[in-house]
């Protein structure tokens, strides 16, 4: 399994028969949706129509930043949730 620490770092760990698949599954399931609502949020903030226009150049960077780092978590949870399926499919 693999476990985003940052946007850079990924730790993977072995996991199967250690701990409780039903119970990481609904859990990489809520992290996922909470990480999809927030995408929404920062999609509409970055692409609001006045924040090109109001917005300072260098908050412009770190808020296009933020997004960035969010989808990359999006697909962490969504690869994690996976694998944890898959393990599940095995046992």
């Known amino acids: ?6 946007s850079d770092l990924t730790v993977f ?4 028969g250690n701990v409780d698949l039903d119970t ?5 399931n809520k992290k996922l949706a909470k990480t999809k ?5 920062q999609k509409k903030l970055v692409n609001g129509a006045d924040f090109k226009e109001k917005v300072a ?5 770190v808020e296009e930043a933020k997004l960035r780092d969010l989808e990359s978590e999006e697909k962490t949870f969504a690869d994690t949730l996976k694998q944890f399926e898959d393990l599940k499919l095995e046992a």
């Open 13 to 16: 760990l072995h996991v199967k």
């Open 1 to 6: 399994m693999a476990h985003a620490v940052s």
């Open 24 to 28: 990481e599954i609904s859990k990489a």
């Open 37 to 41: 609502e927030s995408i929404q949020k």
């Open 57 to 61: 150049k260098e908050l412009q960077e």
